[in-house]
Structure formats: C-alpha cells, structure tokens
T-cell receptor
C-alpha cells in the first residue's frame, strides 16, 4: 500500500473552513484516496473517497492534485463536533492481498471556539 | 449509528484468561474486519473474513483467533491474555471484500487486562 504523510495536529477556528493536507507521493494509478475520522475513541467514521476528480458530499470536499501525489480534505464550516483524528488512507480494499485498512497516525484536528 | 454492533462494550479480565468479543455486521454486509487500537500502536488490522471464510491476516498474534458464522456474525477469541493486550478492539464490515467501498465500524470493545 502507498504510504501517506499527514501533519500530527492542526487547529481551526469554529465556523471557518478546515483544510487537512495529505501527501501520498507513491500512489499508483488505480489506488483511491480515502478519509476517515475518529472522534475520541469511537469507531472510525468514513468521510469521503476519490480517485482523480474532486469529490464533495454532505460532510466534506476532497481535492486531489493533478499528479495525485497529494490531497486536501476540506470541512467547509467546522464545528466543535469536528474535533477528531483524521486519517488519510490510500489503496483501501484493493481486492488483492490483504484488504485491511492501513491507518497511520492521522491528524488531530482541534476546533477552537 | 453505523449498523455494526459489538459486544460487550467493556471487558475486564485477568492475565492468562481467555475472552470472546462479538461483532454483528451491518445488514447485508458479507465481509468483517477486526482491528486493535492500543495507545502506542494506533489502529492495527488483525484479520478479515468474507462469507464465513478467512480472507486476509494482518498483525494477529497466534494467541488470537477469529471466525465468521453462517449468520455472518463474527467472534474474536483472545487467549492467554497479557497486560499488553489491553486495547480497544473494533470490528468493521463492508458489503463485499475488495472493491472501492466504505467500511462501517462498530463502537468497539474496550478490553482491560489486569
């Protein structure tokens, strides 16, 4: 699986957009980028995923660079409930070999009131 | 609510003992995954089952075993427990193995070995 690099922590003011970066320079052409988050020891929660194009859903937007070597998760209007550890994962459930998620350390996002 | 149910929520047991953790996947999901999360290791993939068959193994110790039953629920058995086995254990399910689909996680079982 391609590895990812994320900043260990970030702060964001409540109501502002939170932009979480992820580097995945070794990603291959058929690998997807997934984002999950974990709120204080709860089970991880799926946020969004994408391959090449930018994606948006009710929770967030995912911007993937043209060379696919990095991506940014955007929470448009962060609330206190968005405080969590955010994981960027590449090559989730590829169908070959082990299908288990490979979690890194993630980014601890703290929303400040 | 993810639709994945794990029991029990909390478990305290002594070293050397054996415990069983249970997971009921989301309705219609055929694949189940087990993960361990300890303070110093982060989330570690243990094992995956699909429709009753073992599909993939991760960092699972020989003292640990799992199975998936015909009704698709899964059990993770931990034996000869050590203090270092204290952790959160999560179960996740997906509709199919592989593919590009999201995983749904349960709320976990917190195991404390004393």
């Amino acid at each position: 699986d391609a590895k990812t690099t994320q900043p260990p922590s970030m702060d964001c003011a409540e109501g502002r957009a939170a932009n979480l970066p992820c580097n995945h320079s070794t990603i291959s052409g058929n690998e997807y980028v997934y984002w999950y988050r974990q709120i204080h020891s709860q089970g991880p929660q799926y946020i969004i995923h994408g391959l090449k194009n930018n994606e948006t859903n009710e929770m967030a937007s995912l911007i993937i660079t043209e060379d696919r070597k990095s991506s940014t998760l955007i929470l448009p209007h962060a609330t206190l409930r968005d405080t969590a550890v955010y994981y960027c994962i590449v090559n989730l459930f590829s169908g070959g070999g082990a299908d288990g998620l490979t979690f890194g350390k993630g980014t601890h996002l703290i929303i400040q009131p | 609510d993810s639709g994945v149910t794990q029991t029990p929520k909390h478990l305290i047991t002594a070293t050397g003992q054996r415990v069983t953790l249970r997971c009921s996947p989301r309705s219609g999901d055929l694949s189940v995954y087990w993960y361990q999360q300890s303070l110093d290791q982060g989330l570690q993939f243990l094992i995956q089952y699909y429709n009753g068959e073992e599909r993939a193994k991760g960092n699972i110790l020989e003292r640990f075993s799992a199975q998936q039953f015909p009704d698709l629920h899964s059990e993770l058995n931990l034996s000869s427990l050590e203090l270092g086995d204290s952790a959160l254990y999560f179960c996740a399910s997906t509709r199919i193995p592989g593919g590009r689909t999201e995983a749904f996680f349960g709320q976990g079982t917190r195991l404390t070995v004393v």
